[in-house]
């Protein structure tokens, strides 16, 4: 294989990291949503941290072997295109949003985890910070706006 | 560069595909850690099925179903495939039959209240297959 192919392969496996770590951070998620004791919604909070480990490195094996792509790919493609930019925009979206969420989500294991140490009885603050609204949007936000991304990789608009 | 029409399938399959990886990996973490976490084996055991269910299949068929719309356009009728493409085919065909044997092993599991060992242990092997596909697939080697 050749350096663009090379640099494909790395650029590819960081969008799987990445779509994938927020597969494995939804369905952690959803299935933390159906729960009421403090130490069963610690666990799966706590599980979605694999998911986190995956989503840094996607990001930036996708980024850093992105950038290298423009620069390699046979197709005249320039830092300065519109799909470039677009697509390095909504990188920086879908973190923020997800770095949002992830920390209204630490305050929900924090919360859990002291409750975890006082009996492990359910609670409605607990239960309200799981259904959180703001927190759910920010986190499957970040999910819809890479999910744009990888439209935009495909159909990559004026290339 | 590709035609705009093969645009479309392309996306879905690779949806599809990262949305399968993260899935059937959230059934293999799901599972391993019902081997470290005494009393939640059933909840772990509902996760993995419920994911399995909700989340493996449905994107298998999306992946699955991407590839084939996509293959269709790219090597129409008796064109030959390149080897690339084969490596898809045969991570998707048998991986179909392992994940097939997986999720009856969860619903196994999911009666008894306990995963066995041999779920995150077929659905590991099969997020390693899905690993060489997308090298395969990417690369073109």
Redesign the interface.
């Known amino acids: 294989?050749n350096t663009y192919?090379?640099l494909?392969?790395f650029?590819?496996?960081g969008?799987?990291l990445l779509?994938?770590?927020?597969?494995?951070a939804?369905?952690?998620n959803?299935?933390a949503l159906g729960?009421e004791r403090p130490?069963?919604i610690l666990?799966?909070y706590g599980?979605i941290r694999?998911?986190v480990v995956?989503i840094t490195a996607g990001t930036l094996l996708a980024f850093v072997f992105g950038l290298w792509l423009v620069h390699e790919a046979p197709?005249n493609y320039s830092y300065g295109d519109g799909w470039v930019i677009a697509a390095f925009v909504l990188l920086i979206v879908a973190n923020a949003l997800g770095g949002a969420g992830g920390k209204r989500d630490q305050a929900t294991v924090n919360l859990a985890r002291e409750l975890v140490a006082s009996g492990d009885a359910p609670s409605p603050e607990l239960r309200a910070r799981v259904h959180d609204p703001v927190s759910l949007a920010l986190s499957y936000g970040s999910g819809l706006v890479l999910?744009a991304i990888?439209?935009l990789m495909?159909?990559k608009p004026g290339? | 560069?590709r035609p705009?029409s093969w645009?479309l399938p392309?996306?879905l399959h690779?949806?599809g595909?990262?949305?399968l990886?993260?899935?059937v990996?959230?059934v293999a973490?799901?599972g391993f850690?019902s081997r470290n976490?005494a009393g939640?084996e059933q909840?772990l055991a509902?996760?993995a099925g419920?994911?399995f269910l909700f989340?493996v299949i449905p994107?298998f068929i999306l992946m699955r179903a991407g590839a084939q719309w996509i293959v269709g356009k790219e090597f129409p009728g008796d064109a030959k495939t390149p080897g690339w493409i084969d490596v898809g085919f045969i991570v998707s065909e048998p991986g179909a039959l392992l994940l097939l044997i997986t999720g009856i092993l969860i619903w196994v599991s999911a009666r008894r209240g306990r995963l066995m060992l041999a779920v995150p242990v077929l659905a590991g092997i099969y997020v390693v297959a899905?690993?060489v596909a997308?090298?395969a697939?990417?690369?073109?080697?």
């Not at chain 1, 779509?19 to 494995?24: F, V």
């Open positions: 294989m192919q090379w494909l392969v650029h590819v496996t969008a799987f779509l994938g770590g927020g597969a494995i939804a369905a952690l959803l299935s729960r130490s069963e666990l799966l599980l694999v998911a995956a197709f999910i990888l439209a495909i159909w290339a | 560069m705009d645009n392309l996306f690779i949806l595909a990262t949305v990886f993260g899935t990996a959230t973490i799901a850690a976490h939640y909840l509902r996760v419920r994911t989340g994107s899905l690993g997308w090298v697939m990417s690369g073109k080697p």
